[in-house]
């Protein structure tokens, strides 16, 4: 069932909304007169805009109705990914992480993520490989991000979900390709504004309809169904049961691997880099904490609550249930059931704003991974900023392929799977360029690799989930996964491929000759 819009009214809205994005994105064209502004607009952004900016991409439509889902499924042991995103994605990232890539960056000139490690290690393959892997895997956290979208369009307002893709993509082209960061940033600020008022006032009734203060007794009394029980779940106010496949899931995958990965994200760690001062970094931090605590700790207690208002509405079946067991599809369910008519239209294009903002910034680092990185940097081709343009083209039909193809209730696991490969591949490599002199161009190297091909590894034929879902195991060894009779099969690659790209690092650079000083 779909709601059956005033059209006039929804035109109306959409038509002045993307009037003032287009008007946004005419802005940024307008001032970005060279290759800084357009990669890092001009490295001149207030410290508030920044924090709004980098609060909208850290919360996309991948944390609103993904984990937002998950929060329905799983229930309030969601919650702990709010602590994660706001420990490590705010307060480390602000504190400890962000001076130092605003300081590296300004140093070396870099632009993207890539070449500030390239620069401090002098190496164009450094560089190269980290724009490659970029290219190549971000597309299943950018199609997670479509798929949100495209879902929110085909639950409330009926829309085919390949149609709904390719409205979406016509949308994010008509300024990521023209405005380059500089009006990407001046979007995010009016879009996250819009996305952190919305999400609370959806907090807000759908608490008020699940009981307000009563809402998480509500929530505890819930029969939790039994394929949910068969998976861990003991009850909607508490985490799964030990060891069990959801504990797993949500512990190893959602909690850990994406809290690790948060660290390594090329789209957020550019941020820091359009300051001019560390000082500007100090200013954004209660900004970014607060705007993660309402927009994604909002969303997963929106998921939890809206299976008591469903099972009020519906006896007892839990919205979950109602949802069609898709986590992805809850959160568009909630918005289309429980929500008063004139409310789904400020929804709608709530939830638009945090796709938006994220799938921007997603298309811009990929194109920048390729074109700048890649191909300008690593391979010398010349037309640094047209190959960024003609690259974001590409991004573009690559993600929308890739959204299209990806199954049921994967939003908040291919956001995993590449967070997963960003912390495997970069961090160890972006922790050294920033804190240890020690480091070297072959320790670097050795724990890239090291770190891709391993996470890769387990991936394809040790972690269940995806390499069940892939198939190459069963092909190559007769077999779903190599651990299939082992706890390992549920236990994310992050906690292997992490520490062994780590210790990689160390031990190479201990026994390879230190980088000269002039290099640096």
Same mark, same amino acid.
């Given at each position: 069932?779909?709601?059956?819009?005033?059209?006039?009214?929804?035109?109306?809205?959409?038509?002045?909304?993307?009037?003032?994005?287009?008007?946004?994105?005419?802005?940024?064209?307008?001032?970005? +007169?060279?290759?800084?502004?357009?990669?890092?607009?001009?490295?001149?952004?207030?410290?508030?805009?920044?924090?709004?900016?980098?609060?909208?991409?850290?919360?996309?439509?991948?944390?609103?109705?993904?984990?937002?889902?998950?929060?329905? +499924?799983?229930?309030?042991?969601?919650?702990?990914?709010?602590?994660?995103?706001?420990?490590?994605?705010?307060?480390?990232?602000?504190?400890?992480?962000?001076?130092?890539?605003?300081?590296?960056?300004? +140093?070396?000139?870099?632009?993207?993520?890539?070449?500030?490690?390239?620069?401090?290690?002098?190496?164009?393959?450094?560089?190269?490989?980290?724009?490659?892997?970029?290219?190549?895997?971000?597309?299943?956290?950018?199609?997670?991000?479509?798929?949100?979208?495209?879902?929110?369009?085909?639950?409330?307002?009926?829309?085919?979900?390949?149609?709904?893709?390719?409205?979406?993509?016509?949308?994010?082209?008509?300024?990521?390709?023209?405005?380059?960061?500089?009006?990407?940033?001046?979007?995010?600020?009016?879009?996250?504004?819009?996305?952190?008022?919305?999400?609370?006032?959806?907090?807000?009734?759908?608490?008020?309809?699940?009981?307000?203060?009563?809402?998480?007794?509500?929530?505890?009394?819930?029969?939790?169904?039994?394929?949910?029980?068969?998976?861990?779940?003991?009850?909607?106010?508490?985490?799964?049961?030990?060891?069990?496949?959801?504990?797993?899931?949500?512990?190893?995958?959602?909690?850990?691997?994406?809290?690790?990965?948060?660290?390594?994200?090329?789209?957020?760690?550019?941020?820091?880099?359009?300051?001019?001062?560390?000082?500007?970094?100090?200013?954004?931090?209660?900004?970014?904490?607060?705007?993660?605590?309402?927009?994604?700790?909002?969303?997963?207690?929106?998921?939890?609550?809206?299976?008591?208002?469903?099972?009020?509405?519906?006896?007892?079946?839990?919205?979950?249930?109602?949802?069609?067991?898709?986590?992805?599809?809850?959160?568009?369910?909630?918005?289309?059931?429980?929500?008063?008519?004139?409310?789904?239209?400020?929804?709608?294009?709530?939830?638009?704003?945090?796709?938006?903002?994220?799938?921007?910034?997603?298309?811009?680092?990929?194109?920048?991974?390729?074109?700048?990185?890649?191909?300008?940097?690593?391979?010398?081709? +010349?037309?640094?900023?047209?190959?960024?343009?003609?690259?974001?083209?590409?991004?573009?039909?690559?993600?929308?392929?890739?959204?299209?193809?990806?199954?049921?209730?994967?939003?908040?696991?291919?956001?995993?799977?590449?967070?997963?490969?960003?912390?495997?591949?970069?961090?160890?490599?972006?922790?050294?360029?920033?804190?240890?002199?020690?480091?070297?161009?072959?320790?670097?190297?050795?724990?890239?690799?090291?770190?891709?091909?391993?996470?890769?590894?387990?991936?394809?034929?040790?972690?269940?989930?995806?390499?069940?879902?892939?198939?190459?195991?069963?092909?190559?060894?007769?077999?779903?996964?190599?651990?299939?009779?082992?706890?390992?099969?549920?236990?994310?690659?992050?906690?292997?491929?992490?520490?062994?790209?780590?210790?990689?690092?160390?031990?190479?650079?201990?026994?390879?000759?230190?980088?000269?000083?002039?290099?640096?």
């Amino acid at each position: 069932m779909t709601i059956q819009l005033n059209p006039v009214i929804l035109y109306t809205v959409a038509f002045v909304f993307l009037a003032i994005l287009a008007f946004l994105a005419y802005l940024g064209y307008r001032h970005a +007169k060279s290759g800084e502004d357009y990669m890092l607009a001009g490295r001149k952004v207030p410290p508030y805009f920044m924090a709004i900016s980098y609060g909208s991409v850290l919360i996309s439509t991948a944390s609103i109705v993904g984990f937002g889902g998950m929060g329905a +499924k799983v229930g309030m042991g969601m919650f702990w990914i709010v602590t994660i995103n706001i420990g490590l994605g705010v307060l480390v990232s602000y504190i400890v992480f962000g001076p130092r890539i605003q300081a590296l960056g300004l +140093k070396f000139g870099a632009q993207t993520m890539a070449e500030l490690l390239g620069k401090r290690f002098n190496s164009r393959f450094i560089q190269g490989f980290a724009g490659i892997v970029t290219f190549l895997f971000m597309p299943l956290y950018a199609g997670a991000v479509l798929v949100g979208v495209s879902r929110l369009l085909e639950t409330i307002l009926g829309v085919n979900f390949g149609l709904a893709l390719i409205i979406y993509a016509f949308i994010i082209a008509i300024y990521v390709i023209g405005g380059g960061l500089k009006g990407m940033i001046y979007v995010d600020v009016v879009l996250g504004v819009l996305k952190f008022c919305g999400l609370a006032a959806l907090f807000c009734i759908i608490l008020f309809k699940s009981g307000g203060f009563s809402a998480v007794a509500n929530l505890a009394k819930l029969p939790v169904p039994p394929d949910l029980a068969k998976d861990g779940v003991v009850s909607f106010t508490q985490m799964p049961a030990g060891g069990s496949p959801l504990w797993w899931l949500l512990v190893s995958s959602l909690l850990i691997g994406i809290g690790l990965g948060l660290l390594a994200q090329p789209q957020l760690a550019v941020r820091f880099m359009t300051l001019k001062s560390k000082l500007d970094i100090k200013r954004a931090i209660g900004f970014g904490a607060i705007f993660v605590l309402v927009a994604n700790g909002g969303a997963i207690l929106v998921g939890a609550f809206s299976n008591v208002v469903s099972s009020f509405q519906n006896n007892g079946q839990i919205a979950y249930v109602m949802a069609g067991r898709n986590a992805d599809s809850v959160i568009p369910y909630a918005v289309r059931s429980f929500t008063p008519e004139w409310f789904v239209y400020i929804l709608l294009f709530t939830l638009l704003s945090a796709a938006i903002s994220a799938s921007t910034a997603q298309i811009h680092t990929m194109a920048a991974s390729f074109g700048y990185d890649l191909l300008h940097k690593a391979f010398k081709l +010349k037309g640094g900023l047209n190959l960024v343009k003609g690259a974001s083209v590409l991004s573009l039909m690559i993600v929308v392929i890739v959204a299209y193809n990806l199954p049921h209730s994967i939003i908040a696991i291919a956001t995993s799977i590449f967070f997963g490969i960003a912390a495997a591949t970069f961090l160890p490599t972006l922790i050294s360029a920033m804190f240890w002199r020690r480091a070297t161009r072959q320790g670097v190297i050795s724990s890239m690799i090291v770190g891709f091909i391993t996470i890769a590894f387990f991936y394809l034929f040790v972690h269940a989930r995806e390499a069940e879902g892939l198939g190459i195991c069963k092909f190559v060894f007769g077999k779903g996964c190599l651990a299939e009779n082992s706890w390992i099969k549920l236990m994310d690659p992050t906690f292997v491929a992490v520490p062994l790209s780590a210790m990689t690092m160390i031990f190479v650079s201990l026994f390879t000759r230190k980088t000269d000083e002039k290099d640096l």
